[in-house]
């Protein structure tokens, strides 16, 4: 499964700094310590859960959630037709029929709009909540909710899962520190051999030698500590060391990320794809105990053959992973303390320029969100007769975020602090969305 595309801007993702020495173990699990911060936190909140769909690369809102049919623009309409949703007067794109038949369990935005239509700022925006500035690096959402929402233990608090991540994605924790860093799971779910990385230690390692080395590693710390030198960075360092080993040794976390005790009609209905298998894998996670399932399915650049890359790929997966998801969180009663969040980082122009796709459009894209609270069967905003800007209650990411975070019980107004003591806002501008929860 590629995980090193690049976009259109040709931005490569972010490369993190290797942090502490666990990777000298000859394990896996080094993927988890790629990442150098400072600080850590513990929070005390309501627990809820939350799955993060993220479609990096801009999904098309025109060609799914926001059709505009009767338009005689030819490249507004787009080659796909709009079908009834089980939400009266509500039509989305012929190729979400299963989402279709979920309407009722999601609110759909229309009206979402923000001004930096390239990957990385605009991904950084939407995964955290606020507009990227040089001098700070905010965290994401999973690790904000990470710090707030604990996890039994043995089980990971944050989990993400890059399906097919492209270049650009941004999953750092930020200010708070590698200690909210989310355990990273690499291969395809639907790979008969899927393993987790972490959990399944090659090279004949056991559990005993992984322990002397992390203690051999702290007593380092320890001396490093003695000259003071990034003290609050060793301390998170030492949190992720910790969990790492309570999840190497957890027999619930092996479970729940063992997707071939699933029976086959499970697995069928969330579709065989890495995306499907996903979702379930998302669903069984938070069953166990994770608080945040961050799921990238993309690239949804389609600068070129947008209507067949949308038709033949994207959707078909999109639409059966998603659905199903939604469906079996309700019939098993976790939706109302499981809030979904599927967003990209901006919408594509009204315009199909020579190459058969849609290029960035930041003034206006569409999302959905469920659970937790949130009233689904709705549709919130609306845009012009080109989807092109909103022309009812425009919404910012900021906003957006501050709704995810408000149906979990997190204020998005509290404060945090840096390891060098600035005081921070989570979302400093966002506000919740008020007619997701009326």
Known sequence: MKTSKRYCDGIDRRDFLKAGALGSLGISLAGLLKREAEGGFVGDSVRKNAIFIYLPGGQSHHDTWDMKPDSTDADVRGEFRPIPTNLPGLDICEHLPKLAQQADKYALIRSVQHTLAAHA???QYMRSGNKPIPSLEYPNHGSVIAKEHSSPAGIPAYVSLPVSRTNGGVETPGYLGVAHSSFAVGGDPNSADFSVRALAMPGGLTLGRIEKRIAFMQGLDTAFRKVDLKSQALDGMDKFYQQAYEILNSSAARKAFDLNKVD??????????????????????VEAGVRCVAIDFGSWDTHRTNFPTLKDRMLPAFDKGVAALLEELYLRGLLDETVVWSTGEFGRTPKINPNAGRDHWARAMSMIMAGGGIRGGQVIGKTDKKAQEPVSAPYSPDDAA????????????????TPTGRPVTISRNGSPISELFS
């Open 121 to 123: 700022p605009g991904q």
């Open 402 to 417: 501050a709704s995810f975070l408000h149906a979990l019980g997190i204020d998005h107004k509290k404060e945090y602090h």
């Open 264 to 285: 086959a009609k499970t697995r069928e209905k969330y579709g065989r794809t890495p995306f499907g298998q996903a979702c379930l894998l998302a669903l069984r996670l």
